[in-house]
């Protein structure tokens, strides 16, 4: 025997998610979710299939994103659901695991590099290979824009170490090790002037100071930063893995109701 479908107003979708409604209806507008029907007040009436596909977004907006190809293959997931297109949901989410384990890879190499950076001990690993790199190089590794890569250029943050052909500057894997504690430190909320304070007081020989130039109050406060981005890559992870159950929950739902 069919079930009749499951009907909700904006206002129980948002209180079982502890949203705000008005968020509801921008999920809608940038096709996150399929739009909704309409009574004949005009009010948007959701059904089982809106439920599921707002829990989705939830399982991916309510968490910390870490870098834009997260974020673009993210949208991919929710657009592919809005309308429909299971396979290609479950291809996207595939990707977008994929993705956040790559991005735990580099959260943990930058933890190590942190750590030996705080302690004020010189890290000479080879990170990719023994080569220079470009800015494109570093960008596409790190998961940033060559912009970014300027801008910490334009800050101090960083500098080449070489010149290549028609005056293209180039990185070391030493300067590629710098640029993963920037990174990180910013996706950790850290100020570009906190930032570049601390690493000013590392470059005078002052490690000991690098923990209060963030405005930490306490050195382990510093050292904790990679653990806690470590900790929302984690949760990201965990809650992304469930969306490939929820995928194949929508994809039954006609079986079960009249939509």
Same mark, same amino acid.
């Given at each position: 025997?069919?079930?009749?479908?499951?009907?909700?107003?904006?206002?129980?979708?948002?209180?079982?998610?502890?949203?705000? !409604?008005? $968020?509801?209806?921008?999920?809608?507008?940038?096709?996150?979710? #399929?739009?909704?029907?309409?009574?004949?007040?005009?009010?948007?009436?959701?059904?089982? =299939?809106?439920?599921?596909?707002?829990?989705?977004?939830?399982?991916? =907006?309510?968490? !910390?994103? $870490?870098?834009?190809?997260?974020?673009?293959? *993210?949208?991919?997931?929710?657009?592919?659901?809005?309308?429909?297109?299971?396979? %290609?949901?479950?291809?996207?989410?595939?990707?977008?695991?994929?993705?956040?384990?790559?991005?735990?890879?580099?959260?943990?190499?930058?933890?190590?590099?942190?750590?030996?950076?705080?302690? *004020?001990?010189?890290?000479?690993?080879?990170?990719?290979?023994?080569?220079?790199?470009?800015?494109?190089?570093?960008?596409?590794?790190?998961?940033?824009?060559? %912009?970014?890569?300027?801008?910490?250029?334009?800050?101090?943050?960083?500098?080449?170490?070489?010149?290549?052909?028609?005056?293209?500057?180039?990185?070391? *894997?030493?300067?590629?090790?710098?640029?993963?504690?920037?990174?990180?430190?910013?996706?950790?909320?850290?100020?570009?002037?906190?930032?570049?304070?601390?690493? #000013?007081?590392?470059?005078?020989?002052?490690?000991?100071?690098?923990?209060?130039?963030?405005?930490?109050? %306490?050195?382990?406060?510093?050292? *904790?930063?990679?653990?806690?981005?470590?900790?929302?890559?984690?949760?990201?992870?965990?809650?992304?893995?469930?969306? !490939?159950?929820?995928?194949?929950?929508?994809?039954? =739902?006609?079986?079960?109701?009249?939509?």
């Amino acid at each position: 025997m069919e079930k009749k479908a499951k009907i909700y107003k904006v206002i129980d979708l948002a209180r079982i998610y502890g949203i705000h !409604p008005n $968020t509801i209806r921008l999920y809608e507008k940038l096709g996150f979710i #399929s739009k909704a029907k309409r009574n004949m007040n005009n009010y948007r009436i959701f059904e089982e =299939l809106h439920a599921l596909q707002i829990k989705v977004c939830r399982y991916i =907006l309510g968490y !910390p994103f $870490t870098n834009k190809h997260i974020r673009n293959a *993210s949208n991919e997931i929710m657009w592919s659901i809005a309308k429909k297109q299971w396979d %290609e949901a479950g291809q996207n989410t595939d990707c977008y695991i994929q993705m956040i384990e790559q991005e735990i890879k580099k959260a943990q190499k930058a933890c190590e590099m942190l750590d030996n950076w705080a302690n *004020s001990i010189k890290n000479n690993e080879i990170l990719l290979e023994n080569k220079m790199l470009s800015r494109k190089d570093i960008a596409d590794y790190l998961g940033v824009t060559t %912009e970014a890569i300027r801008n910490w250029e334009r800050n101090g943050l960083i500098l080449a170490e070489q010149v290549g052909k028609k005056g293209k500057k180039l990185y070391s *894997s030493t300067d590629l090790g710098r640029m993963h504690i920037i990174y990180m430190l910013l996706q950790s909320g850290y100020s570009m002037a906190s930032i570049h304070h601390s690493i #000013s007081m590392y470059d005078k020989g002052h490690a000991e100071l690098v923990s209060s130039a963030l405005d930490c109050q %306490e050195y382990d406060d510093f050292i *904790s930063v990679g653990d806690r981005w470590l900790y929302e890559l984690n949760k990201l992870l965990e809650a992304a893995q469930k969306i !490939p159950s929820i995928i194949e929950e929508m994809k039954n =739902l006609s079986d079960d109701y009249l939509l």
